[in-house]
């Protein structure tokens, strides 16, 4: 049962960490921030480790340290989990969760194959606990104000070509020793770490209307066990709409979208983690024609501005926990949307894999 | 001899129009701005409409209109001509105005293939004469500041990828009646009217290295006749290096290029016609990486500005005509660069459809 805020008579969701990952930081912060979650375990596989976690991050007194996550998950005060271990650890760890009636708030990549995210979501379904991916951008302000633009037939009309970009420039260090690019950790190396976030912004520009078809680019960095770097592709629908993506470890940072439909285009260059954290923007532009003569446009692209109070990585945890609280105070089955958008995601993700694989063959979805 | 203008000792060169397509006006109007260039005639299959072409567009009292090319260039008058013809045309009446020595500013696309621009180019070569095609963002200045940018080893690094996208939407009537969607005229439909564009921009962020191949995506757009109204492809370089591009009659209007290197990244959305005449500007962004805890970036990217007197098509007209100066005044051979990279557009352009043709196969180079 999850304690009540006496104020709001909102549940507050209590969350165990498991892993102590540079991405858990960030999620610590968020749930000591959202109103409705609370920090109340730290795992590690060596408890030192998720003590010094637990200091370095000023978590309240009295958040427990594990030295295991075995030990976290029998912990029954625990309601939800925030996993940000290596992607090749989340079937087991994930399951596991979720058998111990743990809702499971995932780092992603989901998994390394779909066949693996199936077992953590048919645990989760069995289990009735809530899913969801840490996708933080999807449960951003300026995200439903992009989407709105997108559904108003008005402004962009039929999409017809989607472009995203995530890069960044990893240093030497990276790329010699972190889990991303450890073929026994994290296999998919750029296409799941920053690939997954064109796939899903692509994804979500069309309603998780799935491709017909997935093709890798001849445009493979790899390091020397294999591992993805960088790399590109396209994505294809029967109606004729196109999609292409370009990510890498080998770029100076980046996180673009283009959407361009018949009647009008948006934009926008920091999708994933906004310039600033309390405001951000989109261009877009409608029915654009040009000025006599083609001497310049008739208009300019618009900057769409979105406010928020809350960064997007709380916003994620507090929509997270609102719907364990849910299934926790009223007995309902958690909702679907989220396993839904994390599964179409990694079906696109495998088949551009499978097309890497095969030599940039087209892969039917 | 071209005149002298006598305050300046500019040589004038006096210009022939060859057609009165839409273009044509804006053309005419940078000759008219043009501070080394004249207009001594407009030529039709019509002199009806050349005498309609001159007076609606103001041109000086005492402009020939001729009813025939052939007539126009007899004209020993005429130093140079400008050629807004269907694509079809040009081989024909190209290489007929370079055999009587004049010079030659042909509209984009050049030619239907590689071959017919070839005949072109020699047939400019054999005479001495100088060849440039119309694309006129290659003389704005931001153009040249883009460059300086890209060749500057601190602020771009080495370019991994590059986007570009050029599109307008239609009208119905330009669906049914443009030359531009006429088999007979114009075969290569949005890929030469605007693919165009796209490869020539990636084509000179490279600095017109040769890509190792193209490879067409299966998202082409045609009509009943199979002009093709959309499309798009990739191109690969050996380095790794990829480029993608989206061409389309059937899209909100976009011109947009995107390059991305290992240490910053360069953006501009009004690459072929500034949103304004006398100003421009470019997105540019170096070394960005993210505040503590990935939470905001540290930096935003800069609008780099630049102002212009003259319109890019007059200072196209003005380079041309400065040119053309050289050679009528020294006995000069004509400049190779500018042929060079209209030769380089064709070839990649030529890969595209071949590509296209061949059921998207890739092509090589």
């Known amino acids: 049962m999850a304690a009540a805020d006496e104020d709001e008579g909102v549940p507050i969701i209590r969350f165990g960490i498991m892993g102590c990952a540079d991405i858990a930081k960030k999620v610590s912060r968020a749930i000591a921030l959202a109103p409705n ?7 590690s596989r060596d408890a030192g480790k998720a003590r010094r976690f637990i200091a370095e991050n000023a978590l309240p007194v009295g958040t427990k340290a594990y030295g295991s996550y075995d030990a976290l998950i029998e912990d029954e005060d625990i309601e939800a989990v925030y996993m940000p271990l290596p992607t090749s650890l989340h079937v087991r760890w994930a399951v596991a969760a979720a058998v111990k009636r743990k809702h499971v708030l995932l780092e992603k990549p989901t998994a390394l194959v779909v066949s693996d995210l199936d077992k953590i979501l048919e645990a989760c379904e069995h289990n009735r606990v809530q899913f969801m991916d840490g996708t933080m951008w999807m449960h951003y302000p300026r995200t439903a104000r992009m989407k709105q633009v997108l559904s ?3 402004l962009i009309g039929r999409i017809q070509m989607i ?3 995530r890069a960044f420039s990893a240093t030497p260090e990276f790329l010699e020793t972190n889990i991303r690019i450890k073929p026994d950790l994290d296999s998919l190396g750029a296409l799941g770490d920053l690939g997954w976030y064109c796939i899903g912004a692509i994804l979500w520009a069309v309603d998780y209307q799935l491709p017909r078809s997935a093709t890798a680019l001849p445009a493979v960095h790899s390091n020397k066990s294999g591992i993805i770097l960088a790399c590109a592709a396209s994505l294809h629908w029967d109606d004729g709409k196109v999609a292409t993506f ?7 940072t980046a996180m673009d979208i283009r959407i361009q439909g018949t009647s009008g285009s948006l934009h926008v260059t920091d999708f994933v983690i906004p310039y600033q954290e309390d405001s951000a923007s989109f261009k877009l532009i409608t029915g654009a024609h040009f000025a006599e003569l083609h001497i310049g446009w008739s208009k300019m692209p618009d900057e769409v501005l979105t406010l928020t109070n809350l960064p997007q990585e709380t916003l994620m945890v507090q929509e997270f926990a609102r719907l364990v609280g849910l299934i926790l105070s009223s007995g309902g089955r958690p909702d679907p949307k989220w396993p839904d958008t994390s599964r179409t995601t990694q079906l696109v993700m495998d088949a551009v894999k499978k097309s890497i694989d095969l030599g940039f063959k087209p892969v039917t979805l």
Chains 1, 2 share one sequence.
């Open 152 to 154: 108003d037939p008005d």
């Open 163 to 165: 472009h995203s970009t």
């Open 37 to 43: 979650a609370s920090i109340v375990a730290v795992a």
């Open 246 to 252: 370009h990510c890498s470890f080998l770029c100076n």
